[in-house]
């Protein structure tokens, strides 16, 4: 425990982080106008797609939690599901937000790499 715990402390994160920032700053140099817009978008579809999910398995929970039938001889399960749900429905509100700023942001950055 204590070696792997001075091993730890021995890593600089921040070391770690500069020197895939550098590799990607090379990379994205190395690449022409085009490349780097089809690159771009690759990243903001995936973050979209990602977000889309997350909202749409927030909306769906409460009716897939109403259609399983054995939850309800199993009632701590349920209330844990129930308590889950509630606080999906406050959140969801600001995950879709996010997923309408990641959509205005994908287009203003395709818009602003139009001009370039």
């Not at 309800?72 to 999906?88: D, S």
Request: proline letters at 2%.
């Amino acid at each position: 425990m204590d070696q792997s715990y001075t091993e730890v402390t021995k890593l600089d994160i921040s070391e770690i982080f500069n020197s895939l920032y550098n590799k990607y700053s090379e990379y994205l140099d190395s690449l022409t106008p085009d490349k780097i817009v089809c690159l771009f978008n690759i990243i903001i579809e995936g973050l979209i797609l990602t977000s889309f999910v997350s909202v749409l398995s927030f909306m769906l929970s409460e009716n897939i939690i109403n259609k399983i039938g054995f939850l309800e001889k199993y009632p701590r399960i349920l209330k844990l599901l129930k308590l889950r749900n509630n606080i999906n429905k406050k959140v969801s509100k600001f995950y879709l937000l996010m997923h309408l700023i990641l959509i205005v942001l994908g287009l203003l950055g395709n818009i602003y790499m139009f001009f370039i």
